[in-house]
């Protein structure tokens, strides 16, 4: 069987005998991984390393003292100088809050959900939403209940000891017939004022 690209001598030399195919593929892997080194080059002469050290430019890196005043910096101006190791912390933060204070980074992403200002909005009037109507529902429910339990908790008026409680203890009193004139107390209805 012939693969796509590569030709047969190739294809020979990358199989062994014997050899799985996921052998193989772990045997490529690890000959790919193996770069071999790459020839040092040989230290230069005494004459060859005196020109090669002439021919390198002398990197002076600017100080506080070889930077702009802050006040000159535009959007446009060169910034980089401030990133130098031997520039002072307190002048690199001076000006990279003036870079970074600027119309170019002063934009306002739209599609952060944070921006915008959520601590005023518009009233909604007369309108009733279905969350509010269901709180109002619960609430009226729960004063209605209140109202009921309040109704017969209510204490009921005090009674001759003659007399019985309620109707229930009347009866489990007398177990014969009860007289047309025996009082059953009854709890107290709310008087209207």
């Known amino acids: 069987m012939k693969r796509k690209g590569l030709d047969e001598a190739e294809q020979d030399t990358t199989r062994r005998p014997g050899e799985s195919f996921l052998q193989r593929v ?30 390198l430019p002398v990197v002076h890196e600017p100080t506080d003292q ?3 005043p802050l006040a000159s910096l535009t959007a446009d101006s060169d910034y980089s100088g401030f990133l130098s190791s031997k520039v002072s912390e307190a002048l690199r933060r001076a000006a ?21 200002d959520f601590s005023t909005f518009t ?13 109002l529902e619960v609430e009226a429910r729960k004063q209605a209940e209140a109202a009921k339990r309040a109704l017969l908790d ?6 001759d000891d003659s007399q019985p409680q309620t109707a229930q ?11 047309e004139d025996a009082t059953v107390a009854l709890p107290r209805q709310p008087q209207e004022t």
Request: charged residues 30%.
């Open 26 to 55: 772990h045997r490529r892997k690890s000959e790919a991984r193996i770069v071999p080194p790459e020839p040092v080059a040989a230290p230069a002469t005494g004459a060859d390393a005196a020109v090669g050290a002439d021919d």
């Open 66 to 68: 070889d930077m702009p």
């Open 96 to 116: 990279l809050r003036k870079l970074f204070h600027g119309a170019q980074f002063n934009v306002i992403d739209e599609m952060d959900d944070y921006a915008e």
């Open 123 to 135: 009233a909604l009037g007369d309108f009733i939403t279905s969350d509010m109507r269901h709180m």
């Open 154 to 159: 209510e204490p009921e008026p005090d009674l």
């Open 169 to 179: 203890e009347g009866v489990e009193e007398s177990a014969g017939p009860q007289p």
